[in-house]
């Protein structure tokens, strides 16, 4: 089985008003799209950049960071313009990335043969080191004490850990209130659900396979059946989507109790049967209250209301919307 996706258990964000804004790469077309969540609009397009894949942001949220497919290259963005300040060429082709809580480093994810994390000094905005790992990296994430990088390969079984201090390979998480990491979230090939990794013992201790026949259109993915998954900000929900069911899941936390679903918006041609939309990534409002999803096949994201359990907006963006991700305005 192969690595889809991984997340880790985050802390909790303060329950105060805070201003923020999503943003979804569109993997197949020219743009960035960022939408409001006051609104449910998008406010701003950036671009051209081809084939947009990972995205995040500088702590202070004056920068974008993201993985340009085509080019290979890490580009780097002026938030509040949109206009592009650099390019950084990378070893390879690349997937995922994410930025170290100090801002001094974005790791970005290799997915070409035999696999790399490259690290990127963002002051001098180069490689400052690439790192071999043993497959093709999917998805990177930061830990929340900022002290590893926890991988996802598309090939192999193995989740990586990078020790961020060393800059090697340490070994292969919801975070305790010391910000340390207890759990990790990881979707696999060939399973409709996920699986729960230990972080302490490095163990896998559970694996959670969504409903039987899901809810909605189904549609056969049997690769990558559930493809995308996050933690609420308030730590107390996992919500993971079913490409399968065309829904997302809500779990609670720590417990792992099925609370409920939402089916999302079908995709209608006519003479057709209707297909799934193909949800993927998803995020949230600083506040828990919002989940955004990026729905590939759809070319829209759906937002839905996680205290009633429902649907209550699609944003239209470009073409097969993927990663998704939420800046906090400062």
Do not use: C
Not at 154 to 168: Q, S
Request: aromatic share 4%.
């Amino acid at each position: 089985m192969r690595v889809l996706a991984l997340v880790l258990l985050l802390g909790t964000l303060p329950a105060a008003a805070q201003t923020a804004r999503i943003y979804v790469t569109n993997s197949a077309g020219d743009s960035i799209h960022v939408i409001d969540p006051a609104t449910q609009k998008v406010v701003q397009t950036i671009g051209p950049i081809e084939a947009a894949h990972g995205i995040d942001f500088s702590p202070d949220g004056k920068r974008v960071y993201v993985s340009n497919e085509a080019d290979s290259t890490l580009d780097v963005f002026d938030r509040p313009s949109g206009k592009r300040i650099a390019k950084v060429k990378l070893s390879g082709h690349p997937n995922n990335i994410a930025t170290t809580k100090d801002g001094g480093r974005v790791v970005v994810g290799i997915a070409d043969d035999p696999g790399a994390l490259d690290v990127i000094d963002t002051a001098e905005l180069s490689v400052a080191k690439s790192i071999p790992v043993n497959g093709r990296l999917h998805n990177v994430y930061v830990t929340p004490d900022n002290k590893y990088v926890i991988t996802g390969s598309i090939r192999t079984k193995v989740l990586t850990v990078i020790d961020l201090a060393t800059e090697k390979v340490a070994l292969a998480m919801e975070k305790a209130p010391d910000g340390s990491v207890r759990r990790i979230f990881v979707q696999l090939s060939n399973l409709n659900g996920f699986a729960v990794v230990d972080f302490a013992t490095h163990k896998e201790v559970d694996r959670i396979k969504l409903p039987d026949n899901g809810y909605g259109v189904q549609e056969r993915r049997l690769d990558s059946p559930s493809h995308g998954m996050g933690v609420a900000p308030d730590n107390k929900t996992l919500w993971v989507t079913s490409i399968a069911a065309n829904a997302v899941y809500a779990y609670s936390l720590p417990e792992l109790k099925l609370i409920g679903h939402v089916a999302l918006p079908e995709i209608r041609v006519a003479g057709k049967k209707a297909i799934s939309s193909v949800p993927n990534w998803v995020t949230f409002t600083p506040d828990s209250r919002l989940l955004y999803i990026s729905n590939a096949a759809a070319r829209s994201v759906s937002v839905v209301d996680t205290q009633g359990m429902k649907l209550v907006g699609t944003v239209p963006v470009g073409e097969v919307p993927k990663r998704i991700n939420t800046l906090v305005l400062r």
